[in-house]
């Protein structure tokens, strides 16, 4: 099992900035080690489906979703088993609860079914 905790949600003006981060725990890094883990971000807004926003993994990189590429940024620290996704320039359109993702594996996952675990979300609110 894993584990997922976000942080650093908030109400943040539009054109501000905000970092969220994402621990994961769990016995089974000890047989697999978090670097095996595709890690993602969803955000889902009321009354909207939950999309994805950007994923990593260690050997083919970030993908980001357009809306956000050029504003987001995916980082990750595999010695702190940690994921950031710092937010710039964030609009009203980007408030939301938003969700950080895992699943073992070495391809890139860009839709929510293809992950199994998930944190409880955090909410994010951009507004003046």
């Known amino acids: 099992q894993v584990q997922l905790v976000e942080s650093g949600g908030g109400l943040v003006q539009p054109g501000g900035s905000l970092r969220l981060a994402c621990a994961a725990s769990?016995?089974?890094?000890?047989?697999?080690?978090?670097?095996?883990?595709?890690m993602g971000w969803f955000r889902q807004a009321p009354g909207k489906e939950r999309e994805f926003v950007a994923a990593?993994?260690?050997?083919?990189?970030?993908y980001y979703a357009d809306s956000v590429r050029g504003r987001f940024t995916f980082t990750r620290d595999n010695a702190k088993n940690t994921v950031y996704l710092q937010r710039n320039r964030l609009k009203p359109e980007d408030t939301a609860v938003y969700y950080c993702?895992?699943?073992?594996?070495?391809?890139?996952?860009?839709?929510?079914?293809?992950?199994?675990?998930w944190g409880q979300g955090t909410q994010v609110t951009v507004s003046s």
């Open positions: 993702a895992a699943v073992r594996q070495f391809r890139i996952a860009m839709q929510p079914n293809e992950y199994t675990y």
């Open positions: 990593n993994t260690w050997n083919t990189g970030t």
């Open positions: 769990g016995r089974t890094f000890s047989s697999y080690p978090f670097s095996s883990y595709v």
